[in-house]
């Protein structure tokens, strides 16, 4: 009986082929341009009301319309920075492709990454995602971060980018 033991490989690993964020990371992106937008943009409509007290409410909701309506915007080019971009694995360097308009096209070599790293905020852990940062070695941008990567994917590329025995991650 020839039996031949296989490692049972993840889906994730065929990452010749430009791969998508996770859908989750657009809800992530959203709604945080939206809501820090909302935020921003609503600090001088309460300053110009506090300081006028002459000010009619008409011209508060006037701020607090083009207030919504830049947070919708703010939304929308975050959904589109999601929808547009990027990356793969291949066996020389990780690609990540953003933007459509103005495209930017990143390519971290293997033999460059000194070392690896996870961000989670609340957001990205309830949704199971995570933002992989890549320190290279030796560039004018010695790191290349990139959110909305389902905690998976980004798992796999620091196993594969830094090989265990190159890691301290104890």
């Not at 920075?81 to 492709?97: C, G, I, P, Q, S």
Request: aromatic letters at 10%; glycine letters at 2%; one cysteine or more.
């Amino acid at each position: 009986m020839n039996t031949q033991i296989t490692q049972e490989v993840p889906a994730l690993v065929s990452t010749e082929e430009w791969r998508p964020l996770a859908p989750a990371a657009r809800n992530v992106f959203v709604v945080m341009a939206f809501a820090w937008t909302l935020i921003i943009a609503l600090i001088p409509a309460s300053i110009i009301v506090i300081a006028e007290d002459d000010l009619p409410w008409r011209n508060f909701f006037a701020v607090l319309a083009l207030a919504l309506v830049i947070a919708i915007l703010s939304a929308t080019i975050a959904f589109n920075r999601w929808r547009n971009t990027f990356w793969k694995l291949d066996d020389e360097a990780l690609h990540v492709r953003r933007g459509k308009t103005w495209f930017k096209h990143i390519c971290v070599p293997r033999s460059r990454v000194q070392h690896l790293d996870f961000e989670r905020g609340p957001l990205e852990r309830r949704y199971g995602l995570a933002t992989l940062v890549v320190h290279t070695a030796g560039s004018q941008e010695r790191a290349v971060r990139q959110s909305g990567l389902l905690l998976a994917d980004a798992e796999y590329l620091r196993d594969v980018l830094v090989p265990k025995d190159r890691r301290n991650d104890e």
